[in-house]
């Protein structure tokens, strides 16, 4: 089970931080918004399209900021599509010019979409590339201009998964789209250590969240996700959102380049439980 009470785990480790948290109006992305909140940094709420969903979320990091006692931060959400380079640059003009720093960004965007490897057209395949990783790079290198012009600091936390190394057959472009991520964290983490910026990426396995609607709901199907995971269960969009505190945190600041997986033991090759190869 996961753990019930997590509030003595709380911590004020963000104070004065400022962060863009990319695809927050629900999910991990929000979960990420509401735990930075909770631990005191300010949060820039990206969504795509619903902006309902995107005002719920606003609405519980002010909460989650005024329950911890960090008063009113200037929480805010910003359309904007992360498959869309124009839009990506004016969300950063936006959130630069509405708060003059930036301290943190996550890239949480991204989408996949079933097909036969062979009859993936060409369309899907590029808008899921553009979203999951050409947004998360266009993201980084703004992020960056503004890390580098003030002379340095501040961390960018990708969202992978654990399909950054284990193969997901029927996801080609989604299986590409994090396995490039491992690469994008480890390259700009060398490129920009020298500046103290840290770059590192959180690799969720099977997370209770709307991307899995295929059979979050379905109690046999469900049962057959979770047969697979040593730990015997989903884990949750908090579970994973205390992750990436932890990595905008100075309790990782000598964390570079490292693909943390929160993902209930599915990288440990779970096969391998009983012996059946020897
Ligand atoms: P989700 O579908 O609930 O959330 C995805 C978010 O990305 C949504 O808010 C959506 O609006 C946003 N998004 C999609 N396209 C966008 C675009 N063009 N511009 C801006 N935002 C866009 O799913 P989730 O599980 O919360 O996924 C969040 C991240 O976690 C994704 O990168 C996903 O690949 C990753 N992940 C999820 C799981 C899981 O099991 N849930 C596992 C591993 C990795």
Redesign the pocket.
């Known amino acids: 089970m996961p753990p019930t009470d997590r509030s003595t785990s709380f911590h004020s480790r963000l104070v004065g931080q400022y962060a863009l948290v ?10 990420v918004a509401v735990r930075l909140a909770q631990e005191g940094a300010t949060v820039a709420i ?5 902006e309902d ?1 995107a005002e719920e979320t606003l609405a519980l990091a002010r909460a989650a900021s005024s329950d911890r006692g960090h008063g009113e931060p200037d929480h805010f959400t910003v359309k ?5 380079e124009h ?1 990506i640059a004016a969300m950063f003009e936006g959130t630069l010019s509405r708060w003059k720093r930036l301290d943190c960004l996550v ?6 979409k079933e097909s036969p490897s062979e009859a993936l057209d060409v369309e899907t395949y590029r808008n899921i590339i ?3 990783l050409t ?1 998360a790079v266009l993201c980084a290198q703004k992020a960056l201009a503004h890390f580098v012009a003030r002379g340095g600091g501040g961390s960018i936390i990708n ?5 950054q190394i284990i193969p997901k057959p029927g996801y080609l472009a ?1 299986s590409i ?2 396995g490039g991520m491992a690469n994008l964290t480890r390259t700009l983490a060398l490129e920009f250590a020298g500046r103290g910026i840290r770059v590192n990426a959180v ?10 609607e295929a059979w979050r709901d379905d109690p046999k199907k469900r049962g057959e996700v979770t047969s697979h995971i040593p730990l015997g269960r ?2 949750t ?1 908090e579970e ?1 959102a205390a992750v990436f505190a932890f990595l905008a945190s100075d309790d990782a600041s000598y964390i570079t380049g490292q693909t943390l997986y929160a ?1 209930g033991g599915l990288t440990l090759f779970p096969e391998f439980r009983d012996n059946w190869a020897s």
Not at 22 to 31: E, K, M, N
Not at 203 to 212: C, E, F, K, L, V
């Open positions: 990319t695809g927050a109006s629900q999910g991990i992305g929000r979960a990206n969504y795509f399209q619903n969903r904007a599509d992360v498959g869309n839009e890239n949480n965007a991204g989408f996949q553009d979203v999951n947004g969202c992978s998964s654990v399909h989604y789209s994090k690799g969720p396995g099977a997370i209770d969240t709307p991307i899995n989903v884990g969009p994973i993902c």
